[in-house]
């Protein structure tokens, strides 16, 4: 890959807690704990992705009152949906590559062992909602696009715009370098076609900084900008959620991959990938590359494994492997693309896994655990390193720079 050589970051198969410990990040806000025990001290317990945290404290306190399992899921997940600050899900959400937010979700009732799931959903903000909806008021698990949508506004839903300004800036942006996902993809033999890396990153990067200052981006936002248009995110939120009594239920809802072609479903609305519970197993949901979450069945190879006997921790890895092995160990490949487990297991052991230590370098993924505290704690990656730290360029001919 040119210039941008594998060598630069050292990379350490297996659970090496000591070395993420040597890269230990920049205290953030909320401070990002040691990892503990990954066994609950207590019961109720909810893991969510880094996102839901300041929301679990409030869901917590209503699992305490008695509150379903899935309602407790739903309401660490709709404060992300409801921030038009955070642009990874819902309200806010950075768009498909015709700025249009596209929404998916997808949720499980352990005791009732339903579910249910919507995908490409435009103009209706709590996604994790409807999913919740076509489980309850439907004969069927997943409804997509308008007729999803008109679902929605007849169970009540507002139809509304879901593009802030500040996402529609970023997707301008991303117009100017106009990149496409027509492949061809990182599994096929050619994909070199279509991330060439190496040559002048520097230029790009001064460009884009040009372009976002004409946009009137923010002098502060502008790196953020910039990386989501060189590294288009995949931002989501899982949370899953054990109750005293034993009960679990998971949701995952996300706006899917930035700049996607219209009309693409990531791992997030499939049962099975994004999100998955066994009321006699565990829970488990994810966030990252959906393409290879869905060929892996992350969510339910992670239940599976631990019906098996598996701990969270190794149920994890062992999924995080699978998509290793779908491209041969090739690093290569694999340093373009991440993938986060969050696993909670009926007996409230969990564990929040990662391909890679973290998007950047000093910010580690992390998983969101509320058992009478709640807390960041830093996942536990396979490999170490950031996932972000080669942008996948263009090919000349594919951009308009
Ligand atoms: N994991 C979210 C997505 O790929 O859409």
């Given at each position: 890959m040119g210039d941008v050589g594998w060598t630069r970051r050292d990379v350490v198969s297996g659970l090496a807690l000591g070395a993420l410990a040597r890269g230990a990040p920049a205290a953030e806000t909320p401070q990002i704990e040691p990892r503990r025990s990954m066994r609950a001290t207590a019961l109720p317990v909810i893991v969510s992705a880094g996102n839901g945290h300041a929301y679990l404290d409030a869901a917590y306190r209503r699992l305490h009152e008695g509150v379903d399992t899935l309602e407790a899921a739903l309401q660490v997940v709709r404060g992300p949906e409801d921030d038009p600050n955070d642009d990874s899900v819902g309200l806010g959400g950075l768009p498909n590559e015709d700025g249009v937010v596209e929404l998916d979700a997808s949720c499980m009732h352990g005791p009732t062992r339903r579910a249910g799931a919507v995908g490409a959903v435009h103009d209706i903000k709590n996604v994790s909602l409807l999913a919740r909806e076509v489980m309850l008021h439907t004969g069927h698990v997943m409804l997509v696009g308008e007729g999803a949508e008109r679902f929605a506004v007849a169970r009540g839903f507002?139809?509304?715009?879901?593009?802030?300004?500040?996402s529609r800036k970023v997707w301008l942006l991303w117009k100017?370098?106009?990149?496409?996902?027509w492949g061809p993809g990182l599994a096929d033999p050619d994909w070199q076609d279509r991330l060439p890396g190496g040559a002048d990153q520097s230029r790009d990067r001064g460009r884009l900084e040009q372009i976002a200052q004409d946009l009137g981006i923010a002098a502060e936002r502008r790196h953020d900008a910039i990386q989501k248009v060189l590294f288009p995110p995949t931002g989501t939120i899982h949370c899953s959620v054990l109750n005293a009594?034993?009960?679990?239920?998971?949701?995952?809802?996300t706006s899917g991959l930035a700049w996607k072609l219209a009309g693409r479903l990531g791992d997030s609305p499939i049962i099975g990938a994004?999100?998955?519970?066994?009321?006699?197993?565990g829970s488990a949901g994810a966030t990252?590359?959906?393409?290879?979450?869905i060929k892996v069945a992350g969510a339910h190879s992670i239940v599976e494994s631990m019906r098996r006997g598996m701990s969270p921790l190794d149920a994890g890895m062992d999924a995080l492997k699978r998509i290793v092995r779908n491209y041969g160990g090739d690093l290569e490949r694999l340093k373009f693309l991440d993938m986060t487990y969050y696993v909670l297991r009926k007996d409230g052991a969990y564990a929040g896994v990662s391909l890679w230590t973290g998007y950047e370098p000093?910010?580690?993924h992390t998983i969101a655990v509320h058992d009478g505290s709640p807390?960041?704690?830093?996942?536990?990656?396979?490999?170490?390193g950031a996932s972000r730290e080669w942008p996948p360029r263009v090919a000349p001919r594919r951009r308009g720079l």
């Open positions: 507002k139809r509304e715009d879901l593009l802030t300004d500040a100017q370098v106009h990149s496409d996902w009594k034993g009960e679990m239920s998971a949701c995952t809802t994004g999100c998955f519970t066994d009321q006699d197993v990252g590359s959906g393409e290879e979450n000093g910010k580690p807390r960041l704690e830093q996942t536990v990656s396979l490999y170490h």
